[in-house]
């Protein structure tokens, strides 16, 4: 009957759901874990100057070496971090292993204003305690000023500025480099970009991987290099694979990078070689 098929297809479908329940719970269980265990890695990104290749910094990217799964990038565990709010305590070891590694290169003797930049999600930025978390890191490690730069998205930013700009003040005043990340996805005020201490406008991936075939993305770019340019700012273009797409950026006036074409994001000690090698 109608009924029967329906309480069929109902069962099924909680069975699904109950599936997927478990699942999170035993990864947000894990999760719990993970940090104790010292399963986080922190992996490094070039980020290029354009012109020459030469790297200026790294971008820090979380994985998680899970004894069972293998390396698992964030796409598959910070959104169950960012709902249980474990992302507080997981970001408070990032920032603390990023400012951790800054100082261990400058002390082997890295170049001067080397930086690395460190992702903050939405509830570090609004709910955690990242101004302590980062002095306290800071106060520990005492990398060189400015060597430590922070990106939040252009969305967490603008979703509420007067606050936002408060907290920027005071990361600014601890001698952070603020970059704004995945510019472009969302609504920025001319306004509001000139009166925040930002640094630098990262350029979202999206609009880079066409900018050589599709007229609208290169306009776009081209509009966002110019804005940034006259803002004192400078730009970082995310996702650069090809060399036509480094030319055409470095055409626009763009003038930092990052992307495969360069390097994917390596372990520390790959990372330190990569700067050996184009010092
Ligand atoms: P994001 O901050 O925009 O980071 C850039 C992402 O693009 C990274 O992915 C990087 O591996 C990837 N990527 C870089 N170059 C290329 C390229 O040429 N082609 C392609 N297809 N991809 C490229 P990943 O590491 O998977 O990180 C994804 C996102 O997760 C990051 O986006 C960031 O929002 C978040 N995330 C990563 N690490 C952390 C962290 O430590 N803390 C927080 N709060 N968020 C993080
Ligand atoms: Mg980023
Ligand atoms: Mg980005
Ligand atoms: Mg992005």
């Known amino acids: 009957s109608a009924k029967s098929r329906h309480k069929g297809r109902h069962a099924v479908f909680d069975v699904a759901m109950h599936a997927k329940a478990v699942t999170r719970l035993q990864i947000e269980t894990e999760l719990r874990q993970a940090l104790d265990n010292g399963e986080f890695e922190v992996h490094y990104q070039p980020i290029v100057l354009l012109r020459s290749g030469q790297t200026k910094g790294f971008e820090a990217l979380i994985r998680w070496r899970h004894p069972l799964r293998g390396l698992l990038s964030p796409a598959e565990f910070l959104p169950i971090a960012e709902e249980t709010g474990l992302i507080v305590p997981i970001g408070r070891w990032i920032v603390d292993e990023c400012c951790r590694q800054l100082a261990a290169w400058y002390a082997a003797g890295a170049p001067s204003g080397l930086s690395v930049a460190v992702n ?127 030319a055409h950026l470095l055409r626009l006036g763009c003038g930092y990078g990052q992307g495969f074409l360069f390097s994917k994001p390596v372990v520390a000690d790959v990372a330190y070689t990569l700067l050996r090698e184009d010092a």
């Open 120 to 246: 903050i999600s939405n509830r570090q930025f609004w709910g955690g305690n990242v101004i302590d978390d980062i002095a306290e890191a800071l106060d520990r490690h005492r990398p060189p000023g400015g060597s430590l730069a922070v990106e939040i998205t252009e969305g967490v930013v603008m979703e509420n500025v007067a606050p936002a700009r408060d907290i920027l003040n005071m990361l600014h005043e601890l001698g952070c480099q603020l970059h704004v990340d995945d510019f472009g996805t969302g609504y920025s005020s001319l306004e509001a970009l000139h009166r925040l201490p930002i640094d630098a406008l990262k350029i979202d991936r999206s609009f880079v991987w066409q900018i050589n075939t599709d007229r609208r993305s290169g306009e776009l770019v081209r509009t966002i290099v110019l804005m940034g340019r006259n803002l004192g700012l400078d730009l970082i273009a995310e996702g650069i694979e090809t060399e036509q797409q480094r």
